[in-house]
């Protein structure tokens, strides 16, 4: 299988997508989504880690080391793929009470799950569940300046094949489904 859509996220974050550390997501939508919101352009993704906008103080203690501040529009030369993901769930949620009891599921301080609450207040948050899957080998790609810009997805220039890494999943599929069923109840009650 071939796969070109990529879903940019902070770098830190796609590294604990790729560990198992989390499967959770959260958005609003990037400032060239299309009419300011965000929507799943494909349900199969690569998982393209960004840099810039990366705080360390906006994430819990133990993901901090793995963030080194940039310039604004700093971008590497090349980026390395480690990680494409199904999204098996997009949950919609504009609770505060709701997006606090989620803080066991995600990396992010919980100040910044509730600023992305309250970011386009008239909108709801986004919570996207991924089923992650390691690629056999890290992948490094050139830099192109159309994968710049403040937005959630970006098409590859070449695809990327997902064969032989099927099997290679982040996190054990008991795991998985605990976390999708706590989340679900989380946001259902």
């Known amino acids: 299988m071939l796969i070109q859509t990529a879903l940019k996220e902070w770098s830190v974050a796609v590294e604990a ?20 919101k965000f929507s799943a352009q494909s349900e199969t993704v690569v998982l393209f880690p960004t840099f810039e906008h990366q705080k360390v103080e906006l994430l819990k203690s ?18 390395t793929l480690k990680a494409w993901a199904n999204i098996t769930h997009i949950f919609l949620t504009k609770a505060a009470d709701k997006v606090a ?16 609450l309250k970011w386009k207040a008239s909108q709801p948050l ?10 056999p080998a890290p992948v490094t790609i050139p830099w192109q300046a159309d994968y710049g810009g403040c937005r959630s997805w970006i098409s590859l220039e070449t695809p990327l094949s997902l064969s ?21 109840q989380i946001l259902s009650e």
């Open 17 to 36: 997508l790729a560990n198992g550390e989390t499967s959770l997501l959260l958005r609003k939508g990037g400032i060239k989504e299309s009419q300011g």
């Open 62 to 79: 133990e993901y901090r080391e793995g963030v080194a501040p940039v310039e604004p529009g700093w971008h590497p030369e090349t980026i």
């Open 101 to 116: 009891s989620l803080a066991d599921f995600h990396i992010w301080q919980p100040q910044l799950a509730q600023e992305r």
């Open 126 to 135: 986004y919570v996207l569940m991924l089923r992650v899957y390691r690629l």
């Open 164 to 184: 032989d890494s099927a099997d290679l999943t982040a996190m054990s599929d008991e795991a998985y489904g605990q976390q999708v069923s706590a989340i679900a």
